[in-house]
């Protein structure tokens, strides 16, 4: 594999409590990226990473924190969890330099349902 | 907000067929890519293109981004079950420092 791991993969969780969801890598990138997929929007920017401890909003952020504490550990934390919230979460790496930054590997996502 | 349009959104073809796929957009990007995406799997990167007007070839794929670097196509000859999957495009603008992702291309080859 591309040495990129997200868990748990799959979660069912109720509205109003909190869930993190985790994304581990060893390839040792710059980068990496949360995104959430949903029918008919593709792709859609939650936050990014630059670096330790350095993070920034992407397109659909709100409702959304995540850290960086760790190289290797990029974490998603959804404070609490709402319906419009139920999606598959996909997160991905990239290497440093452009366009090192925007050529990316995705882990096989995580999806979770919030009822 | 740079918008990628994906057409057509869904392509159900027989073994053997050729095929196209557009990925189409307003705004001029400094590079695009192109992922495929198989059901329970993250996406993954087929090619990157940079110059407008560049061709790429990978196998049976053709890809080509266009002269005013606003949109891309890929083409398939002669399909296989193997290629069914989602296609993703994915441009970078100047004024943008990430990806916007297309909203896909979901290709059905029927054996």
């Known amino acids: 594999d591309a040495g990129i791991t997200q868990s748990p993969r799959h979660k069912v969780t109720e509205t109003g409590t909190p869930v993190t969801l985790r994304c581990h890598q060893t390839?040792?990138?710059?980068?990496m990226y949360w995104y959430r997929q949903d029918p008919g929007h593709g792709l859609r920017l939650i936050h990014y990473?630059?670096?330790?401890?350095?993070?920034d909003k992407g397109e659909v952020s709100d409702g959304y924190s995540v850290s960086r504490s760790k190289t290797e550990d990029f974490l998603l934390t959804l404070e609490s969890a709402t319906s419009s919230q139920t999606s598959v979460y996909f997160c991905?790496?990239?290497?440093?330099?452009?366009?090192?930054?925007?050529?990316?590997?995705f882990g096989a996502g995580s999806r979770l349902t919030v009822l | 907000t740079q918008l990628l349009e994906q057409s057509p959104q869904f392509l159900s073809i027989q073994e053997g067929e050729n095929l196209t796929v557009y990925c189409n957009s307003s705004?001029?990007?400094?590079?695009l890519q192109w992922y495929r995406q198989e059901p329970g799997e993250g996406p993954v990167l087929l090619v990157t293109?940079?110059?407008?007007?560049e061709v790429k070839k990978l196998k049976r794929l053709t890809f080509q981004f266009g002269d005013a670097r606003k949109d891309s196509s890929l083409h398939i000859t002669a399909a296989q079950p193997g290629d069914t999957g989602l296609y993703l495009c994915a441009g970078v603008s100047g004024s943008a420092r990430q990806l916007t992702f297309g909203s896909g291309t979901q290709l059905t080859v029927l054996p």
């Open positions: 990473s630059y670096g330790v401890k350095d993070t």
């Open positions: 705004s001029v990007f400094s590079s």
């Open positions: 390839e040792n990138h710059r980068y």
């Open positions: 991905a790496i990239g290497p440093a330099g452009t366009p090192g930054a925007n050529v990316l590997t």
């Open positions: 293109v940079v110059t407008g007007g």
